[in-house]
């Protein structure tokens, strides 16, 4: 049973013996996540402080310019994931490939697989706005005592067996899932712990927000400029109010506690949107169906797509599953 002032550690540790076959390595996992996304936020919180703003003169496989902050949350995570030796591979959306983790005896014998968005929304950094990591966790599918092959990473969003984001905001939180419903904590930066501080989070099952960069209205489908009308017409209890932070983690935080939509459509500019499947597309929509919400591509499950390529994009309509519903049906 979850406690009042409950901390993760203590949350992690009940919660794994509910699993009858758990051998800890999932635990570990989450451990390892939580750790190292407190020294990202050590960094990120600084950010303004010392000089480690701007562009770091890279460009990563999608033809974005990466910020300092990303090569060095990346580099972080992936170095705390093998340094503990707890998964078999790793995919980030900053590498251009997947990372083989060898065992201690390099044997290969870790059952769990990583993908990961180690800071999105990274264009916000330099002005001070909320940024998050993403994270998803499969189990591989290639026998155990072998390296990882790319099917290891290509799995559906339906096979997570966790996955999570944490949000550096106005406090720092990690929210994840089991699978088992979807738990929030909160860090008190003053001792370094995470507090469970949104016990069993919950999507309301309809609600007043819309999210989409409306920017980017004239190159919108049809069904999506419909959809935005509709949201913008006096009637019933709408006009909703529009909210876009541009921080897809962010976005959806909210979201998930007020209620509300989040959009990032196809358009005659991007085909398949700008989103990827694998490293925040999916993770979102498994926390958000936990949540009670739904997550698509306005026409489909987000979790049911089999995925052919590491870096795949894909259309996503996800928030308040009645909302998500009204949305699919503009897009008929
Ligand atoms: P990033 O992974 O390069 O940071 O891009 C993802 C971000 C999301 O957090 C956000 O929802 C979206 O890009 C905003 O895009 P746009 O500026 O096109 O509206
Ligand atoms: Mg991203």
């Given at each position: 049973?979850?406690?009042?002032?409950?901390?993760?550690?203590?949350?992690?540790?009940?919660?794994?013996?509910?699993?009858?076959?758990?051998?800890?390595?999932?635990?570990?996992?989450?451990?390892?996540?939580?750790?190292?996304?407190?020294?990202?936020?050590?960094?990120?919180?600084?950010?303004?402080?010392?000089?480690?703003?701007?562009?770091?003169?890279?460009?990563?496989?999608?033809?974005?310019?990466?910020?300092?902050?990303?090569?060095?949350?990346?580099?972080?995570?992936?170095?705390?994931?093998?340094?503990?030796?707890?998964?078999?591979?790793?995919?980030?959306?900053?590498?251009?490939?997947?990372?083989?983790?060898?065992?201690?005896?390099?044997?290969?014998?870790?059952?769990?697989?990583?993908?990961?968005?180690?800071?999105?929304?990274?264009?916000?950094?330099?002005?001070?706005?909320?940024?998050?990591?993403?994270?998803?966790?499969?189990?591989?599918?290639?026998?155990?005592?072998?390296?990882?092959?790319?099917?290891?990473?290509?799995?559906?969003?339906?096979?997570?067996?966790?996955?999570?984001?944490?949000?550096?905001?106005?406090?720092?939180?990690?929210?994840?899932?089991?699978?088992?419903?979807?738990?929030?904590?909160?860090?008190?930066?003053?001792?370094?712990?995470?507090?469970?501080?949104?016990?069993?989070l919950k999507f309301p099952e309809t609600g007043q927000i819309y999210s989409i960069n409306e920017g980017n209205y004239v190159h919108f489908p049809q069904g999506v400029k419909d959809y935005i009308k509709?949201?913008?017409?006096?009637?019933?209890?709408?006009?909703?109010?529009?909210?876009?932070?541009?921080?897809?983690?962010?976005?959806?935080?909210?979201?998930?506690?007020?209620?509300?939509?989040?959009?990032?459509?196809?358009?005659?500019?991007?085909?398949?949107?700008?989103?990827?499947?694998?490293?925040?597309?999916?993770?979102?929509?498994?926390?958000?169906?936990?949540?009670?919400?739904?997550?698509?591509?306005?026409?489909?499950?987000?979790?049911?797509?089999?995925?052919?390529?590491?870096?795949?994009?894909?259309?996503?309509?996800?928030?308040?599953?009645?909302?998500?519903?009204?949305?699919?049906?503009?897009?008929?």
């Amino acid at each position: 049973m979850t406690q009042p002032h409950q901390t993760l550690g203590e949350f992690i540790i009940e919660h794994q013996r509910a699993f009858k076959y758990s051998t800890g390595e999932l635990s570990r996992l989450i451990n390892s996540i939580r750790l190292a996304a407190k020294v990202v936020n050590h960094e990120v919180n600084k950010a303004g402080l010392v000089d480690i703003l701007g562009q770091h003169g890279e460009t990563n496989i999608q033809g974005e310019d990466q910020q300092k902050l990303d090569v060095y949350a990346n580099k972080l995570f992936i170095e705390t994931l093998i340094n503990r030796e707890i998964v078999c591979g790793i995919a980030s959306e900053e590498e251009d490939s997947f990372i083989t983790v060898q065992g201690h005896n390099k044997a290969h014998d870790n059952k769990y697989v990583v993908l990961m968005d180690p800071l999105d929304g990274s264009s916000n950094i330099d002005v001070n706005v909320s940024v998050g990591t993403i994270f998803s966790v499969y189990r591989r599918i290639t026998p155990i005592g072998q390296p990882v092959e790319m099917k290891d990473f290509l799995q559906p969003g339906n096979q997570q067996v966790a996955a999570g984001y944490i949000i550096y905001g106005t406090s720092t939180m990690l929210v994840y899932t089991t699978g088992h419903g979807v738990n929030g904590f909160t860090l008190n930066p003053a001792i370094g712990t995470y507090y469970l501080s949104n016990p069993n989070l919950k999507f309301p099952e309809t609600g007043q927000i819309y999210s989409i960069n409306e920017g980017n209205y004239v190159h919108f489908p049809q069904g999506v400029k419909d959809y935005i009308k509709y949201c913008q017409e006096e009637k019933d209890n709408r006009p909703y109010t529009s909210r876009y932070i541009g921080s897809l983690v962010s976005d959806i935080h909210r979201n998930m506690i007020k209620g509300g939509i989040y959009i990032y459509p196809k358009s005659s500019k991007v085909a398949n949107g700008k989103l990827r499947l694998l490293y925040e597309c999916n993770p979102m929509a498994f926390i958000v169906e936990q949540a009670g919400g739904k997550a698509s591509d306005g026409y489909r499950r987000i979790l049911d797509i089999q995925p052919t390529e590491l870096h795949q994009r894909v259309p996503f309509f996800c928030g308040s599953k009645t909302m998500v519903e009204k949305a699919e049906e503009f897009m008929k």
